[in-house]
């Protein structure tokens, strides 16, 4: 599975953005998707994951009630519509993948598959 995430740019704090990651590949069979981000200096962190039916999320405290995370089958791209955005929020953003059926994942080893990464810049 390939998957190619777009959608990051500079921003002011408060605007929104809405983040895509397309995967191709073995996209007929059913994959758990989730978001990371990385910020200078820091270590990768969990952001939100999405169960493969898309019902079921879990988004990490920091974003909770400010990101949407939504996923289309269809077209085999995910989605990370960011809100209220803020200068903490600044990193590189990376979409992940996984052969699993079962509810979102938070831990980037359990993710097998990974997009290259697109830059979010909030200015204050």
């Known amino acids: 599975v390939q998957l190619q995430a777009s959608g990051g740019g500079l921003v002011q704090a408060g605007g929104s953005l809405r983040l895509s990651c397309a995967a191709s590949g073995r996209t007929g069979s059913r994959y758990v998707m989730g978001w990371f981000r990385q910020a200078p200096g820091k270590e990768r962190e969990f952001v939100v994951g999405?169960?493969?039916?898309?019902?079921?999320?879990y988004y990490a405290d920091s974003v909770k009630g400010r990101f949407t995370i939504s996923r289309d089958n269809a077209k085999n791209t995910v989605y990370l519509q960011m809100n209220s955005l803020k200068p903490e929020d600044t990193a590189v953003y990376y979409c992940?993948?996984?052969?699993?059926?079962?509810?979102?994942?938070?831990?980037?080893?359990?993710?097998?598959?990974w997009g290259q990464g697109t830059l979010v810049t909030v200015s204050s």
């Open positions: 999405i169960s493969w039916s898309g019902s079921s999320t």
């Open positions: 992940a993948a996984d052969l699993y059926l079962g509810g979102p994942k938070s831990d980037s080893k359990e993710y097998a598959y």
